[in-house]
């Protein structure tokens, strides 16, 4: 037993100094270095360049040293910390959540009122009230002076204790969901096959099974030998470099959106492993929401007002919302029998219902996650939210992390994003039912809850993939290892959320926020406060955008019942909520095509034996390309600092 408490505790530190880097490195990389952004994506490219490593590192000492290295638990057990890190800074929670917290006092001016309209409304206890601390903080620390942490210690306790419930809650979503989605549906996970591969070599053997395959450094050379050609431009801007596009953007006509032709070959091989009626419909939908806001162009509709963080036409946002809403539904219904052994239980303690392999015990599922859901509540009643706003808005939380969570564990997206955030479904649904201070409170919220580009919930399910890995080798109580991974997910997650939030300050008293934070701390923290001041000024909900909700979960109640009703049907339902006219998709669009039609040749030709002889090449794709990322944010580390070249990130 000790020499296995050894391996335990050497790959917990190990898991944990990852956590702290790349929370380190994810800022620094994005506000100083200006290079590639380290924890933008579903699967970031810190974890895959620094795991990866590790990975090569550890055979190669097993291999030419005969040291005892890092098994097969302990490596899923690294990558699982890693993961859920990398999705709190930056884009993820911290970094934006201390921009929102303390834009209202700074960016108060006579000009935009805010002082009246906006932080009349916010408990003390929310934000930081140091005007000083927060002047120094946008605008650099004097010389002599030290850094204020008491402005802000206070603020970021509550926020941090939101922001834990809320990990929480979405940890005992994703436990309960855990059998569901990966023994009963048996969902593809596409994000987890190469950590897949990297965490369980072959059986007497310390590499990764693709290393031995042509295929895969045909693959890797692809992607790797386009992005090192135009890091010589770096040097010598004179040299011609490839181009990542194929061709102009196609444009279908007049007021149509364009199709990018850009090529990102890391989808490209994650796609692969989709499948062919998911990643057909991913982009058949996107195509199809083009054309429908091209119409919506030509013809001259619009809706009043904008919705941010929904860059297309605003009805297919909506619309596209009333399709995840639909799609949550549906899932649930699907595993409604799964869901009914949980409660049964937790509730009635059922002898014949096996809860000891899971993630969490049913009944902390229930019981833990109810409390969790009650503090929250209460947390955003005390922060200003009437009880209507603070029920819809949980509610519509909750399903977009419930559907974006499925849709990219079916769909194998790299990069995506909700259609619309909750706090745009609240403020329009509710109109003036949602109070000012509601609104300002939910202005507030935006710091833990805007874009989705990455987040808790998906890493945590990605997790719940790979504890398959662990669970008999890492045992640390009466051979319950998956009950403990919720506890190294949720302290990796706390962990994080501190040291990000530590660095975010630092870097502001020592840079000055202002100066280097570009979106995030310019325009991008004021937003959240003048959509809740366009919202307040509503006189009635929205009928106009519900209509599209209505109209949207309607056409994918539809879709559905096709999916299930018809075997011949060719459009799986999960296209409609993510395949919309919006960022990030018109850019991704055309690599997620290119590789539905590699695999729809393959499978044609060559059936599912060459579909397998063929995966390596896409690992290579994978792999291949973040190799190159990531040693290009090594060169801007060493040679351009500050004038870095971001090749990843969208």
């Excluded at 970094?95 to 917290?101: D, L, N, R």
């Excluded at 419909?281 to 509709?301: C, I």
């Excluded at 190159?628 to 870095?644: E, H, N, R, V, Y």
Aim: net charge positive.
């Amino acid at each position: 037993m000790k020499p296995r408490a050894a391996m335990t505790a050497r790959a917990f530190l190990i898991g944990l100094g990852l956590v702290v880097l790349i929370n380190i490195g994810a800022p620094y990389s994005m506000f100083i270095l200006k290079s590639s952004q380290w924890a933008i994506s579903y699967l970031p490219l810190s974890v895959v360049f620094l795991f990866t490593g590790l990975v090569f590192l550890n055979a190669t000492a097993k291999s030419l040293l005969k040291v005892r290295g890092l098994g097969t638990s302990e490596l899923g057990l690294i990558f699982m910390m890693s993961l859920v890190g990398a999705s709190i800074p930056t884009w993820g929670t911290s970094t934006y959540m201390i921009a929102v917290v303390a834009a209202p006092q700074y960016f108060a001016s006579p000009e935009n009122q805010w002082q009246s309209k906006v932080v009349q409304y916010i408990e003390e206890w929310l934000v930081p009230n140091d005007a000083i601390a927060l002047k120094w903080f946008y605008n650099g620390l004097p010389a002599g002076e030290s850094i204020p942490w008491g402005a802000w210690i206070g603020p970021l306790f509550w926020w941090t204790s939101l922001v834990m419930a809320i990990f929480f809650l979405c940890q005992c979503m994703v436990a309960a969901l855990r059998k569901q989605w990966v023994e009963y549906e048996r969902l593809p996970f596409a994000l987890m096959e190469l950590p897949q591969q990297l965490i369980a070599p072959p059986q007497g053997s310390n590499w990764p099974s693709f290393v031995r395959q042509k295929a895969f450094w045909f693959g890797f050379a692809l992607p790797f030998c386009m992005v090192m050609w135009n890091v010589v431009t770096y040097f010598t801007p004179a040299f011609p470099p490839i181009p990542r596009d194929l061709s102009d953007p196609i444009r279908i006509g007049r007021e149509f959106p364009a199709i990018n032709t850009n090529i990102n070959w890391a989808i490209v091989g994650f796609t692969y492993f989709v499948n062919l009626d998911v990643s057909f419909s991913m982009w058949f939908f996107t195509v199809l929401t083009m054309l429908q806001q091209g119409l919506f162009n030509r013809f001259g509709y619009t809706i009043a007002g904008r919705d941010v963080y929904t860059l297309g036409h605003p009805g297919i946002g909506w619309q596209s919302f009333g399709a995840l809403i639909a799609l949550v539904v549906g899932l649930l219904w699907m595993a409604r029998g799964h869901l009914g052994a949980i409660w049964r239980k937790a509730v009635h303690n059922d002898a014949d219902i096996d809860d000891t392999d899971e993630l969490m015990s049913y009944r902390m599922i229930v019981f833990g996650g109810g409390l969790a859901l009650l503090y929250i509540a209460f947390w955003m009643w005390r922060a200003g939210m009437n009880p209507p706003t603070v029920a819809l808005f949980i509610l519509a939380t909750l399903v977009l992390y419930v559907g974006i969570t499925r849709i990219i564990m079916e769909g194998g997206l790299l990069f995506s994003r909700a259609p619309l955030v909750g706090q745009t479904f609240v403020g329009y649904a509710l109109g003036p039912h949602a109070t000012a201070q509601s609104n300002i409170a939910m202005g507030l919220s935006y710091g833990w809850h805007h874009e989705l580009k990455g987040f808790f919930m998906v890493a945590a399910a990605n997790s719940a993939k790979v504890s398959g890995y662990i669970r008999g080798n890492l045992r640390l109580s009466s051979g319950r290892s998956r009950r403990y991974l919720s506890f190294f997910i949720l302290l990796s997650a706390l962990v994080a959320l501190v040291v990000s939030m530590a660095f975010a300050l630092y870097m502001g008293y020592s840079f000055g926020a202002y100066n280097y934070g570009g979106w995030i701390f310019g325009t991008g923290s004021q937003v959240p406060y003048v959509e809740s001041l366009r919202k307040i000024d509503l006189k009635a909900p929205d009928w106009t955008r519900l209509g599209h909700l209505v109209s949207g979960a309607g056409a994918m109640g539809l879709l559905t019942f096709m999916r299930y009703r018809f075997s011949w049907w060719p459009l799986h339902p999960i296209g409609m909520p993510v395949g919309i006219c919006s960022y990030p998709m018109t850019i991704i669009v055309f690599s997620i095509f290119v590789s539905w039609l590699a695999k729809w040749a393959i499978m044609r030709s060559g059936g599912i034996g060459l579909y397998h002889r063929a995966q390596p090449f896409f690992i290579g794709l994978i792999l291949g390309y973040f190799t190159a990322i990531g040693l290009s944010f090594c060169i801007d580390m060493i040679w351009f600092p500050g004038q870095g070249h971001p090749l990843y990130g969208n």
